[in-house]
């Protein structure tokens, strides 16, 4: 619980904070609840951090142009208690809520969660459900990677080093939601499932589905996503009774075998599903 | 216009806020981790990180070249100037190094440890040490440890036999002398229903909210030790640290200053405690050691751990006629201070509370390359608790009686106390049926069941779960404590009327501030205001045994009820003098001191106070000064008992438990601060309920804790229980002049085994008929879906 020693330095621009990562060869921190706790346990061991967390403009929930903006630095609490989002994109401020306890959700910020990519982690999912833009910015400048293709692995994201999430756009849903298995120390998701539907009269003309927590990463289910459209209420069971098989390799450990994940699979997605058709 | 002085409003029994809380909740306690002594140089340790092998090379050379490192010890080292640590129970005991000399026998064990000038270096510098380990078979299963499987941790001991079958219960002499079967025997030869069930009270991880930690300061010069440790005894710790040191009592003092919890585990007295105190003594300097989270879970000690085979022997009408209990506990590596003791109060509490004619009990403790266990929260009672309720709550369900009726069935009544029970326990008093039918009022118990029976016909999966407890308190008279059971009191009234009070209880939660300050305010008709409550250092107080047991009040608060009577009688005396009246018509009132009958003679409390400390003229016969003190010893434990009801919901989809309900209905005698009491009752309710549905330690085959920090070991939250539904009854006990039993672990007795019954009920409809703890969602999951039943 000691970390090994380290630089401190506080970024006053995002080009300010690439500037000193290139520079200093160490590591961005933002919320710090996943990157502390590694360096306690002397398991990351940046020789500097880049606190990027009072960057002035990075944080934030904002509309515009029919796009909902949030900066990279905005807390999980910031997320969930934002009345835009509630109201424009009820999914987001759902999941921020479902997020570790109080203390994790003051500090943790939604870039944070993104480009550490842990296994477990709830946004993740929901930025493919919503088709999320990430916003990236390095040494060569900016450019915007679809979530779905963000997370490619066992904590790999497509971020180089020296690269920061500025921001995340997604097109606001009301018809989305995000139903979690919950570990019950830490919070995180043993099965985690987000959707976003397209709904015209009480069916189902497109869906998006997002799964975290069964698999190394974050992955789409297009199988899932196909079987639903053109279901109602009624067709959602069967519909999604696939999901657990397009997962693939499943993750299996003190808090759930690969069989309990596998069954757990097609019941969160479900409710979600059930959820979001009820958001209309 | 004429205004009358306040009236002191009368204390014991009130609702009094914690004095405590304000200092705490605002970050101005000081704890262990906050004291600096000049000089102080800073301890960590290098741990193992395998649970069991020999010790083939330490290298230590990266460590020692470290700017900032003043010293390094291997345990070869510590073993020339500390001896194997000793155990406070009479059982016999491998010896146990601070540091391993030769053998590592958990991950975690220290093997050496660093000082330096500060945490940081002395953490980086543990980390360079290199150990190289030749690996020895790692023991894991308690059951096949028995045997002797797959290896043996400690040469003496064969088979892993820490404690190798201990009998007790109907028909074995005290001696062991002679075992004789046959009333055993004859009640399962009649018994009409039997039911047999292997059930596991598995391991717990304490986790106070403080850690550790200790500063051990030798003061050359002086040739005194002063030792401040996050402990829940200090005057036990001061005893071991003169002995482990070859010091006088007189040269050691120990101070408990703000301590963060306990929960039994900072009973214990630990190598880091030893450690400090001789490498201080060794190097001349002041010493600091602060356990990180991650060496708590693994270097402080654990609870629970035992597995029973219950077998339960009855008519068809519900009345039991014998009980049998074989008891095997997983004590982990090493005997610590009370290791040996805590399964043997499993054994004292087999009866429950129930007139049961025959039982007999074994125990056998083993030894695995684990954590060694201690006493947690309960000790060894809830253990007790939970087989013996499981088992009743077997046998209704076998028999398709009301668990309620059941138990009211075979209670001991009210007029069979004090009851001699076949464990060799006497039970002061007690009205069990008084409280289980205030309990299933309080629970609207056949609402409940109207309740439960049509979620069920809804296809929900809802269980109710009852459960009856007693346990031993006020621990007690000195025949069952190795360091004696009285406790001691001192009052002093100071030259101003104010009072100061020590007592030898080691309070960490307990609100002893409070609550004796409430007594002592009654005593002698002071404000609350005007009393202090003194504790947790040997240089102030006197003398003591500690916090532990539930004891506190029934003792400690009773010593200094004493110790103020004592005072107040010599009071009483200089009040007589100065008022000119007779002793025995001198009454304490509202903050004066007056004579029966002649209000206008009252003087204020603190001009007799000032008075005994400026006797002009001195009362013929008497000594100036007002302060003495007492020590009592209690003639028996006391038996507080209670009984817990809940309410569970089962996700038929995921298995997922959620607590509905929760009713506590506790009687711990008379009550001083029904506040803290419901404080206490909730903090034990917390743990019971998180040991039954979402804590449990799991070691790997390697020996490694799998859930060795707090995201993946769930600490119960404010948000994973209902609203507690609380009453009480009052039983008071004849053991002491208050009627007061004792609070502090009762919460973790009922709660467990009750959730556990609502769990089985809930899941019925498989066919379920017992669930091991926790109830982790995938079990229940698979025994929805047709599997893991048993
Ligand atoms: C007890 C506990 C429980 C938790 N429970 C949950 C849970 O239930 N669900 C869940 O989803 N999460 C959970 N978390 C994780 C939490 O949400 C973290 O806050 C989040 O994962 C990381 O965000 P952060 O801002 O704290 O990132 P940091 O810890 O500051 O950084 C994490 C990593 O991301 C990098 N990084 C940070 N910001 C950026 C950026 N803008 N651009 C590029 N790289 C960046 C850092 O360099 C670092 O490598 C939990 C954490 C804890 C401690």
Known sequence: MIPVAFDYQRATSVDDAIAKLTASGGKAIAGGHSLVPLMKLRLSEPGTLVDISKIPGLSGVKEAGGKIEIGATTTHAEIAGSKLLRDKCPILAEAAAEIGDPQVRNRGTIGGSLAHADPASDLPAVAIALDADIQIKGRSGARTVKAAAFFRGFYDVDLAAGELIVAVHVTPVRSAAYAKLHQRASHYAIVGAAVALDVKGGVIQSARVGLTGATTHAIRLAGVEKALAGKKADGVAAAVASAAGEAGDLNADLHASADYRKAMIPVFVKRAVERALARG | ?790
């Open chain 2, 1 to 790: 216009m004429t205004t009358s002085a306040p009236v002191l409003p009368k204390l014991i029994g009130e609702r009094v806020k914690r004095r405590e809380d304000p200092r705490l909740v605002r970050g101005l306690g000081t704890y262990v981790d906050d004291l600096k002594v000049t000089g102080m140089r800073h301890v960590a340790f290098k741990r193992s990180d395998i649970a069991h092998g020999t010790i083939r090379k330490i290298d230590t050379s990266a460590a020692e070249k470290m700017d900032g490192v003043e010293a390094v010890f291997t345990g070869a080292d510590i073993a020339k100037i500390l001896a194997p640590m000793p155990i406070g129970t009479p059982f016999p005991s491998p010896p146990h190094y601070a540091v391993a000399a030769d053998t590592v026998r958990y991950a975690g064990e220290p093997v050496a440890l660093v000082v330096a000038a500060d945490r940081y270096v002395a953490k980086d510098a543990a980390d360079a040490i290199v150990v190289t380990y030749d690996p020895l078979p790692v023991v894991v299963d308690p059951e096949a440890a028995m045997e002797g499987k797959p290896g043996v941790i400690h040469k003496d001991f064969p088979n892993n036999l820490a404690v190798a079958l201990v009998p007790s219960g109907t028909g074995v002499a005290p001696d062991f002398s002679k075992i004789d079967n046959t009333a055993v025997d004859k009640a399962f030869a009649e018994a009409e229903v039997k039911i047999s069930q292997r059930m596991v009270n598995h391991r717990l991880v304490p986790n106070a909210m403080e850690p550790r930690g200790v500063l051990a300061h030798w003061e050359p010069g002086k040739e005194t030790m002063t030792i401040w440790s996050s402990t829940q005894n200090p005057h036990i710790l001061k005893t071991m640290i003169a002995a482990m040191n070859g010091l006088g009592q007189h040269q050691v003092r120990a101070i408990a200053p703000e301590v963060g919890g306990g929960f039994g585990a900072k009973i214990n007295i630990y190598a880091e405690e030893y450690v400090c105190s001789v490498v201080s003594k060794k190097l001349g300097i002041p010493v600091k050691w602060i356990e990180d989270r991650t060496e708590a879970f693994v270097a402080t000690t654990h609870g629970r751990d035992i597995i029973g085979y219950v077998d339960i022997a009855a008519r068809k009408d519900g009345k039991v006629l014998g009980l049998k209990m074989r008891l095997i506990a997983d004590i982990g590596a090493y005997n610590m201070l009370l290791t040996a003791a805590v399964p043997t109060l499993t054994m004292l509490m087999a009866n429950g509370t129930y007139d049961i004619p025959a039982i007999r009990t074994t125990l056998t403790e083993v030894f695995t390359n684990k954590t060694p266990t201690d006493a947690y929260r309960g000790a060894g009672r809830p253990e007790a608790t939970y087989f013996v309720e499981r088992a009743m709550d077997m046998l209704a369900r076998e028999l398709n009686m009301d668990p309620a009726e059941l138990r009211r069935k075979n209670f001991i009544k009210p007029n069979q106390f004090p009851y001699q029970t076949q464990m060799g326990a006497v039970y002061d008093s007690g009205d069990y049926e008084k409280t289980l039918d205030v309990a299933l009022k309080a629970a609207n118990w056949k609402g409940l069941i109207a309740e439960r029976d049509k979620a069920r016909k809804e296809g929900r999966l809802v269980g109710l779960g009852l459960a009856f407890y007693v346990e031993v308190c006020g621990l007690g008279p000195s025949s069952s404590l190795p360091t004696g059971g009285w406790e001691h009191g001192q009052v002093t009234i100071e030259r101003d009327g104010r009072i100061t009070a020590t007592t030898g209880a080691s309070p960490h939660g307990q609100g002893n501030e409070t609550t004796f300050a409430q007594m002592l305010a009654d005593q002698f008709s002071v404000p609350f205001e005007h009393v202090t409550i003194l504790h947790g250092d040997t240089g102030i107080v006197k003398q003591g045994i500690g916090t532990f047991g539930s004891r506190s009040q029934a003792v400690a608060g009773t010593a200094l009820h004493l110790a103020g009577a004592k005072v107040k009688k010599k009071m009483a005396q200089f009040a007589a003098a100065m008022l000119e009246a007779s002793e025995d018509d001198i009454v304490f009132e509202n903050g004066t001191i007056g004579v029966k009958g002649a209000p206008a003679k009252a003087k204020p409390f603190a001009a007799i106070a000032g008075y005994a400390y400026v006797p002009v003229p001195l009362p013929q016969g008497m000594e100036p000064g007002l302060s003495d003190e007492a020590f009592f010893e209690p003639a028996n434990n006391t038996y507080p008992f209670g009984c817990h009801i809940s309410m569970l919901e089962i996700d038929r989809e995921t298995g997922e438990p959620t607590l509905v309900k929760l009713i506590a209905v506790d009687d711990a005698g008379n009550l001083i601060n029904p506040l803290i009491v419901e404080g206490q009752i909730h903090g034990g309710l917390a743990q019971g309920i998180g040991q039954a549905m979402i804590e449990e330690a799991v070691y790997n085959d390697e020996g490694q804790l799998m859930t060795g920090s707090f995201m993946d070991y769930a600490m119960p939250r404010a948000t994973d229980f209902p609203r507690f539904e609380m009453a009480s009854t009052v039983t008071p006990t004849p053991v002491n002049p208050f009627g007061a039993k004792g609070v502090g672990e009762a919460g973790t007795l009922g709660s467990t085994p009750c959730i556990v019954s609502a769990a089985v009920d809930a899941l019925s409809p498989f066919g379920v008929k017992h669930i091991d703890m926790m109830l982790r969602p995938e079990k229940l999951w698979k025994i929805i879906n047709g599997g893991g039943r048993s």
